[in-house]
């Protein structure tokens, strides 16, 4: 009976002594993942500092006009403060960028859109404009709202907008079912005014690495960069994304 007590007991030890262990393993685990996290983040801010301050001088001169269209995603719970986006964009506008698309999922940047535009000195709607204007003026920054209302309320308008036409062509040259091509969704979302400007570069401020329902179809080539929450946007890290992008050389497919 004794012998089998204490060979429980060892066991009950054992294990004891397992369990304790493997707390250790994860708590060493999560310790080197933190300062590893730490390590990265304070490098960014010294980079980030270093690029503002003009210290790191291959980042002064930017290449602005490969940049011919950019689109900013701002998560919505972040997109209220309205003192943040304007900031975002006086930053740009020095850098040269004059069109660029805002967009954040439940349209609280289209509702502040009034009051952003005249925040800004030279900043106009994009829907305002005309060729002739973008002739014309060609230092004003021209802003385009959007949310995620606008992919799916466009969608729907090309798709009843293909139907009908659809639905005439086939009743009057009794056409068999077919395929619609991408060149004919695209004249259509043109048609029903949700084909706007494919961004060359779109900048994700949200915790989330992804582009929260910005319209799919206009970023066939756009160049998509995490920069982290609006809340620490830091100059030197827009400084940094841009230049990269100009840096690069694209393809498009060809």
Known sequence: MDSKQKVRGFSCSIHQIGNLGLQLLWSLVHLLISIGYFVVAAAAAV????????LLTRYKVLNISKLKYLAIVIESDDAVQT?????????????????????????????SKASIVKMLDNAVLFEELDEKDLL??????????????????????????????????????????EFFTEAQVGEALRAVGCKGPEPDL?????????????????????????????????????????????????????
């Open 83 to 111: 003192s943040k986006v304007v900031q975002l964009l006086r930053w740009l506008e020095v850098m040269g960028v004059k069109r660029m698309c805002l967009y954040d999922a439940q349209g609280v940047l289209k509702k």
């Open 136 to 177: 014309e003026k060609p230092k004003c920054m021209a802003l385009e709202f959007a949310s995620m209302s606008d992919g799916k309320e466009g969608v729907v308008k090309a798709a009843n907008l293909l139907f009908a036409k659809y639905m005439e062509l086939g009743n009057r040259d009794g056409l068999d079912d």
């Open 47 to 54: 980079e980030s500092y270093l690029i503002s301050s003009g």
């Open 202 to 254: 779109l900048l994700v401020y949200a915790p989330v690495r992804c582009h929260l329902g910005f319209p799919a179809w206009r970023t066939r080539y756009t160049e998509i960069v995490h920069m982290g929450s609006l809340k620490s946007m830091r100059l030197g890290s827009l400084t940094k994304a841009i230049y990269k992008f100009t840096r690069v050389r694209q393809n498009y497919g060809k």
